[in-house]
């Protein structure tokens, strides 16, 4: 399956309004935003457990990264309620559940092999927030040479951001609304710019944002290694 694959052009979708699509697991359903394989995929997607589900264990072959953002997420390393940002190296493997049913935001084999360290990271943490600019706080998940990831507060009327990206950057709306170069994007909302671009985000109302930049860079189309 192909799926917004070329990293070379940009990609807009408004993952909140696309309809949940089944997965091979009982209770497991996804919202693909993009994708470059069959299931076993470079991927970023909408998850949903159900309440009670679980999904096979598995091995993430080329890491995986996910966002909480409803319920509690659980494996064999702990419970994750929504807030929690999470790391698992290529290599890792679980078995994910959860109890009351979650929704998170995940990308799937898309980390270079010298990446090795778990990671997990509550980001409602009052001490992991700093000031960015007026209006702006901003929160620094996860740094590397080949890559940064970072969340943001943008408060009502203010948080304009214009910047250049070298190396590309995905944006993914998880709460309030942004408008981009003019255009207004919901809660669900993913956006990707390759290498090069430049992009003006505000938040009209309030906001709070997941941004991921340096990783373009690495290729111009996903392979399945």
């Known amino acids: 399956m192909q799926l917004h694959a070329d990293l070379t052009l940009p990609a807009v979708v408004e993952g909140g309004a696309l309809p949940w699509v089944r997965s091979p697991i009982p209770g497991v359903d996804r919202r693909m935003l993009e994708r470059d394989g069959d299931e076993v ?47 698992n190296p290529p290599g890792s493997r679980h ?61 009502r009327g203010h948080g304009d951001l214009r910047d250049t990206w070298p190396d590309g950057v995905e944006w993914f709306v998880v709460d309030g609304s942004i408008e981009v170069d003019g255009v207004a994007h919901a809660p669900g909302a993913w956006l990707r710019f390759p290498p090069g671009a430049t992009v003006r985000i505000r938040a009209p109302d309030r906001a709070i944002l997941y941004r991921k930049s340096g990783h373009l860079a690495r290729g111009t189309r996903s392979a399945n290694v």
Do not use: C, N
Request: proline fraction near 8%; glycine fraction near 8%; charge should be neutral.
């Open 41 to 87: 995929a470079r991927a970023t997607s909408l998850v949903r457990y159900a309440p009670g589900s679980a999904f096979s264990a598995h091995v993430h072959g080329a890491g995986e990264e996910f966002l909480v953002l409803d319920g509690v997420f659980s494996d064999e390393t702990g419970d994750f309620p929504a807030g929690f940002y999470v790391r």
């Open 95 to 155: 078995t994910p559940a959860s109890v009351p049913g979650t929704v998170i935001f995940v990308k799937l084999r898309q980390m270079p092999a010298q990446e090795t360290r778990p990671l997990r990271v509550y980001t409602r943490d009052p001490a992991l927030w700093k000031s960015a600019g007026p209006g702006i706080e901003l929160a620094t998940l996860f740094e590397a040479p080949w890559e940064r990831v970072e969340m943001l507060r943008l408060s």
